[in-house]
């Protein structure tokens, strides 16, 4: 049994930060797995826009590259996103994510659906106002 809840989100203004937090329970993060962000916007598909292989290895969607970044911390369990330079476009329902270790520890390239992934937070909304 794998949990991951998530804290973090809010709204903010345009240009502004956030910092999104997955706490996985179960000590999932000590593993050498995939894991990621996922954002679903109104009415369109959940995609990953940020990916981090068990080797340290982060890629982005073309969208957030420069702006985003992905880490962890093993010693807390915890997955991070940090945001910078937010954009109303960023606006969504963000879900963080980790892929079973039975497929390796190394992530598909973003955007990915989320059929490549085997377990979820809760999601948070993160509203970017112009």
């Known amino acids: 049994q794998v949990e991951l809840v998530q804290s973090g989100g809010g709204s903010v203004q345009a240009g502004g930060s956030l910092r999104l937090s997955c706490d996985v329970k179960y000590a999932f993060g000590y593993k050498r797995v995939c894991m990621g962000w996922f954002r679903q916007a109104p009415g369109r598909e959940r995609e990953s826009v940020a990916a981090?292989?068990?080797?340290?290895?982060?890629r982005y969607v073309d969208s957030v590259k420069g702006r985003f970044a992905i880490s962890k911390d093993n010693a807390k369990n915890t997955l991070y996103l940090q945001m910078s330079s937010l954009k109303p476009e960023d606006t969504g329902i963000y879900y963080c994510?980790?892929?079973?270790?039975?497929?390796?520890?190394?992530?598909?390239?973003?955007?990915?659906?989320?059929?490549?992934?085997?377990?979820w937070g809760q999601g948070t909304q993160v509203t970017v106002s112009s």
């Open positions: 981090l292989s068990g080797d340290g290895t982060s």
């Open positions: 994510a980790a892929r079973s270790p039975l497929y390796g520890a190394t992530c598909p390239p973003p955007p990915s659906p989320q059929s490549e992934y085997n377990f």
